[in-house]
């Protein structure tokens, strides 16, 4: 479903020789949960960025659902973005417009009929436990409750993949947990989850898949870990 | 439609913002259209002076009226000529002494001599025109001299050349910045945006939809500072008008129109330039 070719990502202001990726592969399967972790700067964001085509990659090639990095252009990104799902760590939303109008967004934009809109905004608000406060601007709301919004934005086009940058990182601990259950179901409901997090305690909880990066190299892959250990047994 | 919903909900959102788009190319607008109206002046009253440029041919004493009549019809086939009027040397007698009336009375016989006053089309007064219009009536044999104030039209023409070369350069000059303010006010509003603009792209929106708000809202702060701006001309006009006690001409409706139409014209283009810019950017 996602797969990474010998991607090599230098940004064009960098510093000569200094990638932020460097002949990275892998594959991520329909309905996996990857945790990518790594100090800053090791291309965390990068990798997400490449999956939505906000960049481009230097050399190798990135495939998601079809959509090649190659070849994919224009309009083909956009029809790409509707069916992916993307939270940002400072959420993204919009302060002037209530819960329900920044997840109604998501579906006006791309010219949804609205007959349609009212009742999946509702769906996607309930999906993440937010219906009683949907009429609530953000600055209304706790940080866990934005991202909830920004969460339900990111579900409201059933999308087959959620990537989430460090989605838990503005958060107290006890929205980090609420928030990772959040993720959990949503991944348990049939979506991939890809998410790009500091918080070792938060992936060392679970034995969902680890791709470990520094350097804009992978240098640690838990699936790999495991067919090692495998082998060995 | 969604697109202009989208527009005018931006217009609610932002209100501050709009007024201050609309003020300012209201603003730059009416600075263009101050200048347009004093253009407009100036050729209203070169065209007058334009109107009183005439050539007068002095025919010999004793043509017969049948003979001047005959010139007078083949002058008025002219291509540059607009009217022609045979005088005889009555008729030049009596003018002299409306003309003239404190030496009316030295006027006694028919001492002045019979004219054929031609009057040229607009388009056609100019010294080169005049000149070739001259020479061929001087051709005529009973044409015994031509006056047409030569130097008079000479130098006319060089203040029209004059008008016309400023005009122009000051007109593209004010409507440079009008252009470049437009511009900037608009860029303005796409930046308040930018954060909605990145969202748009994120969730799968194509330029083309995120582009066409930003135009017509571009549009409608052009045609509402366009209409504002010829308000403002009209009232700086009335007032000028009143203190400085002369009559001035204002825009007719085509004119207006097309002030307005600009006014929209540069919203579009500053918003597309704009909007193209930062989606390129982002």
């Known amino acids: 479903m996602i797969r990474f070719d010998k991607v090599t990502k230098i940004y064009p202001r960098a510093a000569a020789g200094a990638a932020a990726l460097r002949d990275v592969s892998f594959r991520v399967a329909k309905g996996e949960f990857v945790f990518l972790t790594g100090p800053s700067g090791a291309g965390k964001s990068t990798i997400l960025k490449l999956l939505y085509m906000e960049q481009r990659p230097t050399s190798g090639e990135v495939r998601i659902s079809g959509y090649s990095s190659n070849q994919t252009r224009g309009r083909d990104v956009a029809k790409l973005r509707r069916r992916l799902g993307v939270v940002f760590q400072d959420f993204q939303l919009l302060e002037d417009r209530s819960a329900e109008a920044n997840v109604a967004f998501a579906l006006e934009v791309i010219g949804t009929p609205r007959a349609n809109i009212p009742g999946r905004v509702a769906r996607a608000l309930t999906q993440v436990g937010l219906a009683s406060k949907s009429t609530a601007l953000p600055r209304e709301l706790s940080g866990g409750e934005q991202q909830r919004v920004a969460f339900a934005r990111a579900l409201v086009n059933d999308p087959f993949v959620l990537i989430a940058d460090e989605p838990t990182g503005n958060l107290d601990e006890r929205a980090t947990r609420s928030i990772f259950q959040l993720l959990r179901e949503i991944n348990a409901s049939g979506t991939a989850v890809l998410m790009a997090t500091h918080d070792l305690e938060l992936v060392r909880s679970t034995d969902y898949r680890t791709l470990e990066m520094n350097h804009g190299e992978i240098v640690f892959d838990s699936a790999d870990a495991a067919r090692i250990e495998v082998d060995i047994d | ?282």
Do not use: C
């Open chain 2, 1 to 282: 439609m969604l697109a202009f919903r989208t527009a005018i909900t931006a217009f609610r959102r932002a209100p501050l913002l709009s007024i201050l788009s609309i003020t300012t190319i209201a603003f730059s607008l009416f600075a263009f259209g101050l200048f347009g109206l004093v253009a407009l002046n100036i050729r209203d009253a070169l065209l007058r002076v334009e109107e009183r440029v005439e050539i007068r041919a002095f025919v010999t004493d004793g043509t017969p009226s049948e003979r001047l009549a005959t010139i007078s019809d083949e002058i008025a086939k002219y291509p540059e000529v607009l009217k022609v009027d045979a005088v005889t040397q009555a008729q030049a007698l009596e003018r002299a002494r409306v003309e003239l009336g404190e030496f009316k009375d030295v006027f006694e016989s028919q001492f002045l001599p019979a004219s054929l006053d031609i009057k040229l089309k607009p388009g056609s007064r100019d010294p080169i025109t005049v000149r070739a219009v001259v020479d061929r009536i001087r051709e005529y044999d009973v044409v015994d001299d031509v006056r047409f104030g030569e130097e008079w039209i000479a130098q006319l023409y060089r203040l029209r050349n004059i008008a016309g070369v400023a005009g122009a350069a000051l007109g593209l000059a004010f409507a440079a910045v009008a252009v470049i303010i437009i511009g900037a006010t608009i860029r303005m509003a796409v930046l308040a945006r930018t954060k909605e603009i990145s969202i748009m792209r994120l969730v799968g929106a194509t330029d083309g939809f995120i582009r066409r708000p930003f135009l017509i809202e571009g549009s409608i702060k052009g045609v509402l500072g366009g209409v504002l701006a010829l308000v403002l001309t009209y009232f700086a006009m009335r007032v000028l008008g009143q203190y400085l006690h002369f009559e001035t001409a204002f825009f007719d409706r085509r004119l207006a129109l097309l002030g307005i139409l600009f006014g929209a014209l540069m919203g579009l283009l500053g918003s597309a330039v704009s909007v193209g810019r930062h989606l390129r950017r982002v």
